[in-house]
């Protein structure tokens, strides 16, 4: 009896992940070549689709940063930007969320721009990058770099 369409879908789904799984170095590998082959031609195809598209990728994207996963993705983001240096962003986020005092004056965080100076920073080193405390605004600004 022929496989239903939905169960050989099933079977390629995890046939191809098994696969990945087996061989995930080599297929990185051939991505990282065809992209520095194909860098140039990538670049205009994403600019020649995000002209084309612009509209509707930047509708989606104010969806999409409204969202858990989109709010959580913009903040390690900055994060990274900012020259945070941790080996695990999920547990540091939940670690940020969390967080309701100052661990260094323990006052309560407020929301940035209610004038109290007492939103939340992540405060780190600037020489290695790497996180320190989860501190109100006003203790990160006199810690110093």
């Not at 061989?23 to 195809?45: H, P, T």
């Not at 600019?47 to 509209?55: A, F, L, V």
């Not at 005092?101 to 007492?118: L, P």
Request: positive net charge; hydrophobic residues 25%; charged residues 35%.
């Amino acid at each position: 009896m022929p496989m239903t369409k939905e169960k050989k879908a099933a079977y390629m789904k995890e046939y191809n992940k098994k696969y990945y799984e087996k061989n995930k170095k080599k297929l990185i590998e051939q991505q990282k070549k065809y992209y520095e082959e194909n860098k140039d031609k990538i670049r205009e195809y994403k600019s020649e689709y995000w002209n084309k598209n612009k509209d509707k990728l930047s509708e989606y994207n104010k969806v999409y940063q409204q969202t858990e996963k989109g709010k959580k993705s913009m903040m390690i983001k900055t994060w990274k930007q900012y020259g945070l240096i941790c080996e695990d962003y999920e547990s540091l986020y939940a670690h940020y969320l969390n967080a309701e005092n100052c661990e260094e004056c323990n006052v309560i965080f407020g929301k940035w721009g209610d004038g109290t100076a007492t939103f939340k920073c992540m405060d780190h080193s600037h020489s290695t990058g790497l996180f320190r405390n989860v501190l109100c605004s006003r203790c990160n600004l006199a810690r110093g770099p």
